[in-house]
């Protein structure tokens, strides 16, 4: 069964430093893995999506995430924090070439921005 | 925007009353999903529907049904409603046949007294 793994429920950054939100999966089969964020009160937002091109992805915002497969992680990361990053970004895989593609998410991390 | 609208945005209601949510779709997409967001859960799936009138159970479908006599809309009902399913509902529609992506709705917050 596919799971998701994101360590660290809360992180705390100050604004200019360097941003790093950790997913590790499990799936069985080549997965797509999928970044979303979500702004308080707010549904989720599509950050960026690995889908088998380049395992280097280069989303919305200045974010990007790295497919390593030997690690079988997709860490997310932005060099410089903004205020408005602070959010909760939630990881998510499902299978590749699923008949349904039903996500499977982590648990969320939430990334506070202090100035 | 994807075009999803949820209704109603808030609920109240009470123990043992049935509740049912609307996800409204404006593009024809094939594939609908209703989710459920807990805190430390992180978004799990109830229901889907591959097209009309085709649905299929998620992780934690019991307590819940859903229809879909029509494209665009997909409706989650809460037969008998209870404590435990105080959440935020959130739709999805599903766009791209080789990508597979989803796109949210706004969400529906459901307080069951």
């Known amino acids: 069964a596919q799971s998701v793994t994101q360590l660290g429920s809360h992180v705390s950054v100050s604004e200019g430093a360097l941003v790093l939100l950790r997913c590790n999966y499990s799936?069985?089969?080549?997965?797509?893995l999928f970044w979303y964020v979500q702004y308080p009160n707010q549904g989720l937002q599509l950050l960026l999506k690995?889908?088998?091109?380049?395992?280097l992805v280069k989303g919305i915002n200045g974010f990007e995430a790295e497919f390593k497969k030997s690690e079988t992680s997709f860490h997310l990361t932005k060099p410089s924090a903004h205020m408005s990053d602070a959010a909760e970004y939630f990881c998510?895989?499902?299978?590749?070439?699923?008949?349904?593609?039903?996500?499977?998410f982590g648990t969320g991390t939430l990334l506070a921005v202090q100035p | 925007d994807a075009g999803i609208t949820q209704s109603p945005r808030h609920k109240v209601t009470e123990t043992g009353t049935p509740v049912t949510l609307r996800c409204h779709q404006t593009?024809?997409?094939?594939?609908m999903y209703w989710y459920r967001q807990d805190p430390g859960h992180g978004l799990r799936l109830i229901h889907y529907?591959?097209?009309?009138?085709?649905?299929d159970k998620g992780e934690v479908s019991d307590g819940y049904s859903v229809s879909r006599s029509k494209t665009e809309d997909f409706l989650l009902t809460l037969e008998s409603a209870t404590s435990s399913q105080t959440s935020v509902y959130f739709c999805?529609?599903?766009?791209?046949?080789?990508?597979?992506?989803?796109?949210f709705g706004p969400g529906t917050r459901l307080l069951v007294l």
């Open positions: 999805a529609i599903r766009i791209g046949q080789t990508q597979e992506t989803q796109y």
């Open positions: 799936s069985s089969v080549p997965p797509y």
């Open positions: 690995y889908t088998s091109a380049a395992t």
């Open positions: 998510a895989v499902s299978d590749r070439g699923g008949a349904t593609n039903k996500l499977i």
């Open positions: 593009e024809n997409h094939r594939y």
């Open positions: 529907s591959y097209g009309v009138k085709d649905t």
